[in-house]
T-cell receptor, first 111, second 111 residues
Framework: DGGITQSPKYLFRKEGQNVTLSCEQN?????MYWYRQDPGQGLRLIYY???????QKGDIAEGYSVSREKKESFPLTVTSAQKNPTAFYLC??????????FGQGTRLTVV | GQSLEQPSEVTAVEGAIVQINCTYQ??????LSWYQQHDGGAPTFLSY????GLEETGRFSSFLSRSDSYGYLLLQELQMKDSASYFC????????????FGSGTQLTVLP
């Protein structure tokens, strides 16, 4: 079945650690996105990519990094520079940017 | 950049009709989409408008007026399961396919 897979579902990070969230899609979509969602809030764009080896910063890119070495994969690294990383992280993909398909999300907690 | 405004909360009774409005500002506009998100879940796509007018999909309809930078989602025959957050999202024009979300409208359906 086609879809987007995010892993892990829950992730705990110690202060000062970098962690990487995985996002894989087999929908053959060119565009991929990372969003952050805080409780009761909307989706804020972190990074997006339209093709392999190319990506752009969104509204809240500071403290995050991404790579797009393969069309299917768009991992997000939350670095120690991100001072408040506890949030729900959502990955999405799209052909045109009109209809986007989301993974089930990763809940990151700083311990 | 892009910005979107939608009401934070809407309450309606089962069987009623509710309209959720969305106004947007963007440097370049390609289309407006709508997503539903239940508590703890990932957003799911509902509807997309690239041209002016009404798009109907079952009980849900979406409207766009490009000249007014305005759209709405219309939910008919409300059911309890429609209680969720609803987000509008704008895709900017150009090849970057940036997809920016509004802050969401929490819909509560009462019996």
């Amino acid at each position: 079945d086609g879809g987007i897979t995010q892993s892990p579902k829950y992730l705990f990070r110690k202060e000062g650690q970098n962690v990487t969230l995985s996002c894989e899609q087999n929908l053959n979509h060119d565009a991929m996105y990372w969003y952050r969602q805080d409780p009761g809030q909307g989706l804020r764009l972190i990074y997006y990519s339209q093709i392999v080896n190319d990506f752009q910063k969104g509204d809240i890119a500071e403290g995050y990094s991404v790579s797009r070495e393969k069309k299917e994969s768009f991992p997000l690294t939350v670095t120690s520079a991100q001072k408040n990383p506890t949030a729900f992280y959502l990955c999405a993909s799209s052909i045109t940017g009109g209809e986007a398909f989301f993974g089930q999300g990763t809940r990151l907690t700083v311990v | 950049g892009q910005s979107l405004e939608q009401p934070s909360e809407v309450t309606a009774v089962e069987g009623a009709i509710v309209q959720i409005n969305c106004t947007y500002q963007t440097s370049g506009f390609y289309g407006l989409s709508w997503y539903q998100q239940h508590d703890g879940g990932a957003p799911t796509f509902l509807s997309y408008n690239a041209l002016d007018g009404l798009e109907e999909t079952g009980r849900f309809s979406s409207f766009l007026s490009r000249s007014d930078s305005y759209g709405y989602l219309l939910l008919q025959e409300l059911q309890m399961k429609d209680s969720a957050s609803y987000f509008c999202a704008v895709r900017a024009s150009g090849s970057a396919r940036q997809l920016t979300f509004g802050s969401g409208t929490q819909l509560t359906v009462l019996p």
